[in-house]
């Protein structure tokens, strides 16, 4: 080979080398620019994150809500002072399906406002085979209508007209006999109807899950949202600003959802869900997906209707699902502490035991606290248990709040958020309007905690969609994770192999030039 030549070879090998560098430095901002064009909402796309941000068709995704009823087997001991007796039944599953649609970008761009349409249905197949239908009417709960009743007439001090508003026995007013579906989305208590024509209450108690509305109420002009696209911070991406049409949550005592005027009442009906207009405010993300390139010290939001507060979330671990490297967040630690423990918990009246979460100012006053199922990680959990009898002691895997991200798209892939309402049950008392005596309700019933029912809302990606993602934005992830690497180091052994080359040639020359100076010399 001539000397032209190799030094061709050597400036070629220098040139790959060099490019390969510049590859590696350029890929990675190349890739990460590809995966905000597929997963951040700034324009309606054929992407994986798009069409399952924008819709589900239910029983696709693999998101569902499981839910188990603590049905009371023996009503009228509990009543008359005895132990409760409880059988868990279920999972009732429903798969859970949305569209969102109506979609106006603002702000350019960094705002998405939108309608949305969320619903449930049915998948007998999967459900608890102990019942023919979720409208089975077979389950005795607590009435929660009554104890509602009961908080808000005590709240206008006019707890005398109680027999005229809830005319009803000791047994209805603690009793309620329903199906699965009313108990996870609500009930027409028809013992309601004076309260309801005073607007002093709704004209349907809400079930666990809130209530599973139509079509036609998704397209009310009072049903729009709006969240960050990111197109500006893309750490913001997919947080709520507004949602139902307020960048805070105001409840009215005739609604389930905030309002502010109060239909059918006075403006100044309505109040702050919290004790704060902070803690009040809605802000964290719906649960389908978080903001991209995630980083594990980065602290989530998570906003949960059950609750009307966002509920904060840590990286946990990893995991692998249907071939897709997750990382998982579970709740913190501090969200479940009372006030005592935790003063950032005060404005939410969070003034229980640790592990309670004190829902009832947006449960119309009805003395409802959320926990984990099984009183999972509830201080004084064994005596709370040992209150009622059927429940058994609880289990993390089963029982705890997990939830899956891929950290790179901010994609939710599965896990579940698990809760379980209880409501606080004592002896009441009032003074009867014709008679001026006090009356006292329920007056051998001992006082405790009893658990209504639990659910776990969540799933795993379908394997449709996991395919799909692992050959769209997965497959940017896994170059963007390992290519810019490899160009990198490749590039460099290059460089550097084209300078051994070019000192070994220099060297060589160097060498013939002083063994023909030293042929020279005399």
Known sequence: MGPALKWCCVALVAVVGLMLIALAVGLRPAVSMAIKEQVLPTKASSSLAWTMWQSNTPGTSGRMIHGYLYNITNPEEMLNG?????????????????????????????LLQYQEWKYWVYEPTLSTQEVNDDTDVVFTSINLGFQGVYATLEQMQFLAALDFAYAASEFDRLFYKMSAREAFFGYT????????????APAVTPGINGINHTKEFANLTSNVHKIRTGNKDLSRAFQYVEKWGYESIEICPNTNLPENPCPNGDEGAATPAWATKAASTIRGVDGTNFPPFLAKDQELEIWVDQLMRAVPLEHTGETTQKGIKLWTYAAKDSFFA?????????????????????????????????????????????????????????????????????????????????????????????????????????????????????????????????????????????????????????????????????????????????????????
Not at 192 to 197: C, H, I, R, S, T
Request: charged share 15%; aromatic share 10%.
């Open 82 to 110: 005895g132990k409760p007796v409880v059988k868990e039944i279920g999972p009732f599953v429903y798969s859970y399906g949305w569209e969102r649609f109506n979609l106006t970008w603002e702000d350019d761009k960094d």
């Open 189 to 200: 208590d028809p013992l309601m109807g004076q309260l309801v024509a005073m607007n002093a």
């Open 338 to 522: 009372n006030a005592t423990e935790n003063p950032a918990n005060a404005p939410y009246y969070q003034n229980g035991a640790r592990g309670l979460l004190n829902v009832s100012h947006v449960q119309h006053l009805a003395p409802v606290w959320l926990s984990k199922p099984h009183f999972l990680d509830v201080e004084g959990s064994a005596a709370l248990l040992g209150a009622v009898e059927g429940i058994s002691p609880p289990s993390r895997p089963d029982h705890d709040f997990s939830i899956y991200v891929e950290p790179t798209t901010g994609m939710v892939m599965g896990g579940a958020g698990r809760l379980q309402a209880n409501v606080e049950l004592s002896s009441l008392s009032y003074v009867n309007v014709g008679t001026g005596k006090t009356v006292t309700v329920f007056p051998n019933l001992k006082s405790l905690l009893m658990p209504v029912a639990w659910m776990a809302d969540g799933g795993l990606v379908s394997e449709a969609q996991a395919k799909q993602f692992k050959t769209s934005a997965g497959l940017a992830v896994s170059l963007e994770s390992w290519l810019p690497w490899v160009s990198g180091i490749i590039g460099g052994l290059l460089v550097l192999f084209a300078g051994f080359l070019t000192y070994s040639a220099c060297q060589k020359g160097a060498n013939k030039s002083n063994a023909a100076d030293a042929l020279l010399m005399p």
